[in-house]
C-alpha cells in the first residue's frame, strides 16, 4: 500500500520539481517543507488527470495508472538523469520545518477515523460510490445491467422522474438518490456530482478497498493544512501562519467534515495551492509556478461547479495584477483554458443534470459567458490604466488597498450589528414590488460566529485590515478573492443555517482565511513594532489565540471519538452475503421508508441485482406483470 502511495501521491511530482528547467535554483532555495508539499501537490494533480481521462475513456484500473505515473517518472529520469540532483544548491531543512510536521501529526490525530457513510441517499454516499464505480467499472458512467434488463414498459416502476426532480430533457430518470439514468436502454447511470473527488475515492479503494476509500477525505483535509499553511507563511509570516493553520485544524467544521465524504476539503487544498502557486508566479517572478496554477484551478472545475465563482473571484484579482504592472504568463492561461475547456463538454454531457439548477440561477451560458467578457475587459482596462495614464494607476494603487479596509470593515459591522430581515411588499395584484431580506441572510455573519466565536471573528476583520493596509499588493489575488467570497457569500447564504450542509459552505475559503487573519491580527502588533515593547505583543497575541483555541477545542471534543455510523459496513457486508447474483432484491419507495438508503451500496458497492420502487403506492397491474417476468428469468 505504502508502495502505491508513493507511486500516485509523491514521485512524479518530486520528479517534476526537481526537473532543471524555468530557474530551478529559485526553487531549490525554497524551504524543504515547502519543497517536499508541492512534490505531494504536483503528484496529486498528474494522478488526478490521468484518473479522470482514463475513467473518461472507460479504461480505468488501479494497475494502469500506477503504470502511467511510473511511467512518467521513468520519462523523466531518462530524460534529465544526473541534472535531477539539486547539487548542493535546495536549502536544508531548518527548525520551521517542525511547523508543516506538527500540524499533519495532528491532523492525524483529529481528522481519523473517518466515518463508515458508503449508504446512499445524501452527498457523502454518493460521492464514495461513484469513486468505488470508478474503481470497479472502470468509467465515469455506471453500467446498470440490472435496470437494462427489466422490460422497457416495466421500467417507470423504478425511475424517479418529475415530481420535484431536474427533467427538461437532462436525464432519463433516477435510478437512486444521486443518480440519473444516461440511457435506460444501456443502462448507463452517472452519479450527480462531478467526479475529480471520487476519482481519489477510487485511489484510495485501489491502494486499501473500502478503507482507503474512506480515507480520501481525510488524505486532502490534510493537504488543505498545509495548503493553507504555506499560503498564510507567504502573506503573514510562518508563525502566525502556523497559529491560524491550528486554529482551522481544531474547529469543529474541518473536522467533522474531514472525517465526512465530501469535495469541499479536496477544493480547499487545490485552491489555496493555486493561489499560492499564482503568487509565487506572478509576484515573486517564478514561471515554473505559472503552469501549475492554472492546472490547480482548472481541475477544481471537475471537483466542484461552484467552483466558477471562485474563478470569477481570482479573475478579478488577476486585473489587479495588471494594474500592478505584472503580466499575465501565457503557461499559466493554456492549462487553464484547456481544463476549462474540456469541463464544458463534461458538464454539456454527463453532468447536464447537476449543473441544471445552479445554471439556471447563474443566468444560464449566458450569464457566465457575460461574466467571463466582464473579467475580460477589466483585465484590459487594468491594462490600459497603467500604460496610458501611469499616474492614475499609481494613485489607484495606493487608494485601492484604503478603500477595500474601510469598505470590508463597515461592511462587517454592519452585517454583524445592524442588518435585519425585512418582509417582502406586494402589490394589489400580487406582483412584488420589493423583495424582503430573509432572516437567515440577515443573520448570516452573524451565524458564522458559531464556528470562530465573536472575538475570532473580530480578530480576523483586524487582521484582514492590518494586512490588506501594510502589504496589499503582495498578494493582491489571495486578499481580492477573500474580499469577494465573503461578501458573495454572506450577501445570499443560500442555505439556512439549520441545514447540516451548511457548514461546508466556510470550508473551500471563508473559514480557513479567518483562521489566518485571525491569527495575523492577533499577531499584527509584534509584527508592526519595532521597540521592546514587541516580544510582550507577541505574548499577548499568543495567549488570545490560545484562548480562542482552547474554546474550538472544548467545542470539537466531543466529537473526537465518535465514528460516523460506525459499524455499517460490516452489517451491509453481512447482508449482501444473504444474496446471490440470482437474486433480485426489490426495495419499498424513498417515500416508504429509509430503506432506500441500502438499496444504493447493495447495487453499486457489493454489486447485488437491486431494484427500487419510484413510488409507495406502484400500479398493481404492471407489479404483477414484472413479478410475472421476474419469476421467469
Known sequence: MLAGLVAVAGLPGALLFRAPVAGRARRAALPAEERAFWSVVLSCAVTTLVVLALAAFGAYTFGRLVAIDLGLSALIVV???GKLLYGGEAARPGWAALGPVALVAGGLVLFFPPSEYIMGGKDPGVYVIEGIQIAQRGSLTIPDWTLAAVPADLRELFLTIGAGEVDEGTHEGVRFMGFFVASRERGEVVGQFPHGFPAWVAVGYGLDGLTGARRAVGFWALMGLLAVYFAGARLVGRLPAAAGTLLLALNVAEVWFSRYPNSELMQQALFFSALLALARAQVDGDGFFAPVSGTLLGLMMFTRFDAIVLLAAVGGGLALLRLNGSRLHVSFAVPLAALLGLATPYFAGPMRAYIAIPL?????????????LALVLLGIAAGTLRTRWPELARTVRTWLPRVLVVTMVAAACYAAFLRAPSATIYDASGVVVRQGLAEHDAYALRVYTWYVGAAGLAAAVLGFAFVTWRSFWRDPVLLAVTAAVSVFFFYKIRIVPEHFWQARRYLPMVLPMTCLLAAGGAFAPWRAWRTKGRTAAAACGGV?????????????????????YAGLIPALEELAGRFTDRDLVVVESRNSSDVHVLATPLAYIYARNVLLFSSPRPDRVKVEQFLEWASHE
Open 79 to 81: 530524460v534529465w538523469r
Open 544 to 564: 488570545f489565540l490560545a484562548l480562542i483555541a482552547w474554546q474550538s477545542f472544548s467545542v470539537t471534543r466531543p466529537i473526537l471519538g465518535h465514528v460516523e
Open 360 to 372: 439556471l440561477k447563474a443566468g444560464g451560458a449566458r450569464g457566465i459567458g457575460l461574466a467571463a
